[in-house]
C-alpha cells in the first residue's frame, strides 16, 4: 500500500510534464492512473471479501509512535475502491471538460494528491498518519476550489473551506494526542479492544467533542454545512468528486472508523444522530430556492451526508447495513449527475436550471444517463438507490421511541432530494427547447463514457445486490460493529410500511416540484435572520480574526527595528523575572564572594562610558564612549579565563571605532530622534533587563557549576578534533551541523544583500 501511494504522489507529480507533451488525448493517458490504483485494490478483494484483514507497517519516527502502518479491511477496501473507480470517471472527464483550461495540468497535479491523499487517509492504520493525509486533502482541496483564482468568490470559497475543516483538523489534532494519552498508541488497530478503556476514562467526553469536531466540519455537518455549497467554485470534475468519493466522506469515514473503538455511548451515539438528523432535514429545506445545478446537487449532498451520519448514530446492525448500502449509491449517482451538470454547462454555457429544456432530443446519450442516475437519487426500483433508502427507512422505523419523528424527518428530506432530481436530471432534457448562450450539442465521448459507466453500476447493483455488496458489507460491518451481520441485501421487499412510505417520499417531492416556482415566487424577499446563520458567524469570526492581527500587526510589526527588539527582551525579561522570583526562595548565594579593585573598576568604567553614549550630542563622543564600554567588556572576558573571546571583542570593537572614524565626515548631522518619553521607556526598560540579567547571575552562582562536559570537552579536543583550542574544536567539530547552519544562515544573508546592491531602480519609475 505505501508502495502504491508513492507511486500515486509521482504520477501527481508527473502529471504537468505529461500534459504538455500529450495535451489532445492526456484524458485517456490520465484515466490509467486511478484505473491502475483501483485494479490494485480489486485484486485483493476476494482475501478482504474472505474475511482477512491486510496490514503493512514500517517504522518511520518510533520514538513519537508514528509509522507508516496501513490496514487494508472491509470498510477501507470500500471507500479505496470508491475513490479510485469515481476518480477514473472524474479524470477522463476532466481530459474534455479542462481542455480550454490554461493550466489544466496543474489541475492534474492538484487532483492527482487529492485522490492519493485520500486513499492514504482510508488506508492509515497510524492516527497521527491519518492526520497527515487528511490536512493533505485540505490543502489540495483548497488549491481545487480556488484553481479559478482569478476570481474573487473563488478565492474566497476556497479560504473558507481551509479555514472551517483546517480548524477542524487542529480539533481532531487535539483529539488525537488526548486519546493517545488514554490508550497509549497511535494505531488504531491497537484500540479495537480498548473500548470500556476509553470510554470510562475522565478524558472520554473532551475526545468525542474533538473527534467529532473533526469530522463534522469535514464532511459539513450542520452548523459546519455553508461552507460546502460555495465550494461549487470548483470547477465541475473538482465538484463530481469532492461531493461523491472523496473531501466529504472523510468525516463519515473517520465516524465509521472509530465508532467501535469509542462509540456505544450515548454522549457518541446522540451527538451523531442529533447532527445528522438536523443537517439532513435543514439542507434539504435550504435547495429549495436554488437554480444552480451544481448549488442544487450540493444541497442534495448535504442532505445525503446528514442521512449517512444519522445511520452511525442509530447504529443498530439494520442502520449500518442501510449505511453501507447507502454509501455506494449516493457515491455513483451523486458521482454521475455531477458529471452531467458539467455536461450541460459544456455544452449550452449555463447552469441555470431555468434556462435549460429540451436537451434530450440534442443530447439522448447525456439524457439517458441523467434519467437512470436520477432514478437511483429518488429511490426507484430497480436502482441501487431503491435498496438504500428502503432499508433506511425500514433502520429509522426500527428506533424506539424517537422512529416516528425522524422517519417524518427523512420522508420530507427525501423528497427535498426528489425535487432536486427532478430539476437536475429530468427537466433540462423535457419539454420545449430554451435558448442558451451556445448551441446545444451531445459531449465527446470522455465526456460520456464515466458518467455513464457509474450510471450503469448503479442499475447492476441493484438488480444484483448479493454478487456486488453482500460480501463487502459483512467486512465493512465487522469494522464498524465487530459483528458480521447476519442480514440479506435483497431487490424486493414485497408490499410493506416501508414502501408506502417509498410512494409517499416520491409523490411529495413531484408536488414540491410542481409547487416550487410560485411558493419560491411568493417567499421572493424573504430571508432568514442573520443572527441565525451560521455562515454570518462565520463572517464575524473572520472579520475579528483580520482585526486582531491588523492590530496586532500595527504593535509588533511595524517596521522600526527597534521596537521589535524592545517587544523581544521586554517579553523575554518579563517571563524570566516571573520564573525567577518564584524560585528566589530556594536560591543560596554564593558566601565569601568578593570585589577587587580592578573589577570595580572596570564596572565604574562601564557605567559611566554607557552614561556618556547615551547622553552625548557629539558623534566623535559617542563613537569614543562605545569603543571604550566595549573594550572594557573584553577585559571582563580577560579576567574570567577567556581570551579567545577577549580577542574577538577587541578586534570587533577596534574594527567598529575605525569605520565610525573612516566615515565620521560622510553620516548625516548628528540629530536626537527620541524623546523624553521615549528615553524614559528605554531607560526602564534597560533597567528591567539588567535586573534580569543580574538575577540570572546570581541564580547561575548559587548551584555547583562543575560539569562532566567541561573534562569531556578538555579531554577529546586534541585526540577526536585535532586541535588544541578547545572553543575552536567545539565550533568546527562537536558543533560542526550547527556552525554550518550559521554559515549557511549568512552566507543567504550576504547573497541577498548582494541582490539587493544590483538592484538599479527603474527611473521611469
Not at 479524470?91 to 492527482?112: C, E, H, Q
Not at 487542529?170 to 494526542?177: E, S, V, W
Not at 445486490?465 to 441485501?489: G, H, N, R, W, Y
Request: proline share 3%; hydrophobic share 55%.
Amino acid at each position: 500500500m505505501l508502495s502504491l501511494l508513492a507511486i500515486g504522489f509521482l504520477a501527481s507529480a508527473l502529471a504537468p510534464v505529461l500534459y504538455r507533451r500529450f495535451r489532445e488525448n492526456f484524458g485517456w493517458i490520465a484515466v490509467i492512473f486511478p484505473l491502475f490504483m483501483f485494479a490494485g485494490f480489486l485484486w485483493n478483494y476476494p482475501r478482504v471479501a474472505s474475511g482477512e484483514v491486510i496490514r503493512e507497517s514500517m517504522l518511520w519516527v518510533p520514538s513519537l509512535g508514528v509509522n507508516l502502518s496501513f490496514l487494508l479491511d472491509g470498510l477501507s477496501l470500500t471507500f479505496a475502491m470508491i475513490i479510485t473507480l469515481v476518480g477514473a470517471a472524474v479524470f477522463l472527464f476532466a481530459g474534455a471538460y479542462m481542455k480550454g483550461y490554461a493550466d489544466a495540468g496543474r489541475f492534474y497535479l492538484y487532483i492527482g494528491v487529492f485522490m492519493t491523499s485520500m486513499l492514504g487517509l482510508v488506508l492509515s492504520d497510524n492516527m497521527l498518519l491519518m492526520f497527515v493525509f487528511w490536512e493533505l486533502t485540505g490543502i489540495s482541496s483548497f488549491l481545487l476550489i480556488g484553481f479559478n483564482h482569478q476570481k474573487a468568490q473563488s478565492r474566497r470559497s476556497a479560504l473558507q473551506a481551509l479555514l472551517v475543516t483546517g480548524g477542524g483538523g487542529l480539533a481532531l489534532l487535539a483529539g488525537i494526542l488526548l486519546l493517545y494519552q488514554v490508550t497509549g498508541s497511535f494505531e488504531i488497530s491497537s484500540f479495537y479492544d480498548m473500548n470500556a478503556v476509553v470510554t470510562a476514562h475522565p478524558l472520554y467526553p473532551l475526545i468525542v467533542i474533538l473527534l467529532l469536531c473533526g469530522a463534522f466540519t469535514k464532511s459539513a455537518q450542520f452548523p459546519f454545512h455553508f461552507w460546502l455549497p460555495n465550494a461549487m467554485e470548483a470547477p465541475t470534475p473538482v465538484s463530481a468528486y469532492l461531493h461523491s468519493a472523496t473531501m466529504v466522506k472523510a468525516g463519515i469515514y473517520l465516524i465509521a472508523r472509530m465508532n467501535h473503538e469509542i462509540g456505544g455511548t450515548a454522549i457518541w451515539q446522540d451527538t451523531v444522530l442529533v447532527t445528522g438528523a438536523a443537517t439532513m432535514l435543514l439542507s434539504g429545506l435550504l435547495a429549495f430556492r436554488q437554480t444552480d445545478l451544481k448549488k442544487l446537487l450540493a444541497y442534495s449532498t448535504l442532505s445525503v451526508l446528514g442521512t449517512l451520519v444519522m445511520l452511525l448514530g442509530i447504529g443498530s446492525q439494520l442502520a449500518i447495513k442501510a449505511f453501507f448500502i447507502y454509501l455506494i449509491a449516493h457515491s455513483l449517482y451523486k458521482g454521475t449527475l455531477f458529471l452531467v451538470a458539467g455536461t450541460l454547462d459544456h455544452a449550452t454555457g449555463t447552469r441555470d436550471v431555468t434556462k435549460l429544456g429540451g436537451l434530450g432530443r440534442l443530447m439522448p446519450v447525456t439524457a439517458a444517463t441523467a434519467a437512470l442516475a436520477s432514478l437511483s437519487m429518488m429511490g426507484v426500483i430497480p436502482l441501487v438507490g431503491f435498496i438504500g433508502k428502503e432499508t433506511v427507512y425500514k433502520a429509522i422505523l426500527e428506533l424506539e421511541p424517537w422512529g416516528m419523528i425522524l422517519i417524518s424527518a427523512a420522508v420530507l428530506s427525501n423528497a427535498f432530494v426528489v425535487m432536486v432530481t427532478l430539476l437536475v436530471g429530468f427537466r433540462p432534457f423535457w419539454g420545449k427547447l430554451l435558448p442558451t448562450p451556445k448551441n446545444p450539442h451531445e459531449s465527446p465521448l470522455k465526456m460520456l463514457i464515466g458518467p455513464g459507466v457509474l450510471a450503469a453500476l448503479g442499475l447492476l447493483f441493484g438488480l444484483f445486490p448479493d454478487v456486488f455488496i453482500s460480501s463487502m458489507l459483512d467486512q465493512s460491518a465487522a469494522s464498524i460493529l465487530s459483528e458480521t451481520l447476519s442480514l440479506k441485501i435483497v431487490l424486493w421487499h414485497g408490499f410493506n410500511l416501508v414502501l408506502l412510505l417509498s410512494f409517499v417520499t416520491l409523490f411529495l417531492g413531484g408536488a414540491l416540484y410542481l409547487v416550487r416556482s410560485r411558493v419560491s415566487a411568493r417567499m421572493e424577499g424573504l430571508s432568514l435572520p442573520g443572527w441565525i446563520k451560521p455562515s454570518v458567524w462565520y463572517e464575524a469570526g473572520l472579520q475579528g480574526m483580520l482585526s486582531v492581527a491588523r492590530r496586532q500587526t500595527a504593535l509588533v510589526q511595524n517596521g522600526y527595528l527597534r521596537n521589535y527588539i524592545i517587544v523581544i527582551i521586554a517579553t523575554a525579561s518579563l517571563f524570566a523575572i516571573y520564573t525567577l522570583s518564584r524560585a528566589a526562595e530556594g536560591l543560596v548565594l554564593v558566601s565569601g564572594s568578593s570585589i577587587t579593585f580592578y573589577e570595580a573598576a572596570l564596572a565604574f568604567i562601564i557605567v559611566v562610558s554607557t552614561l556618556l553614549l547615551v547622553t552625548s550630542e557629539s558623534r566623535l563622543k559617542s563613537v569614543v564612549s562605545l569603543g571604550v564600554l566595549g573594550f572594557s567588556i573584553g577585559i571582563i572576558f580577560v579576567i574570567y579565563g577567556a581570551p579567545d573571546v577577549a580577542l574577538t571583542t577587541f578586534a570587533i570593537e577596534t574594527l567598529n571605532v575605525v569605520l565610525f572614524v573612516l566615515v565620521l565626515y560622510r553620516l548625516p548631522r548628528f540629530v536626537k530622534l527620541s524623546s523624553t518619553s521615549n528615553r524614559v521607556r528605554d531607560a526602564m526598560i534597560a533597567l528591567g533587563v539588567g535586573g534580569f540579567m543580574t538575577m540570572m547571575v546570581l541564580v547561575a552562582t548559587s548551584f555547583d557549576l562543575s560539569s562532566e562536559l567541561k573534562d569531556f570537552f578538555a579531554s577529546a579536543s586534541l585526540p577526536d578534533g585535532k586541535g588544541r583550542n578547545v572553543v575552536n574544536v567545539i565550533l568546527v567539530d562537536f558543533r560542526a551541523i550547527d556552525t554550518l547552519g550559521e554559515i549557511t544562515v549568512l552566507a543567504v544573508a550576504a547573497m541577498g544583500v548582494a541582490a539587493l546592491m544590483k538592484l538599479k531602480p527603474d527611473r521611469r519609475s
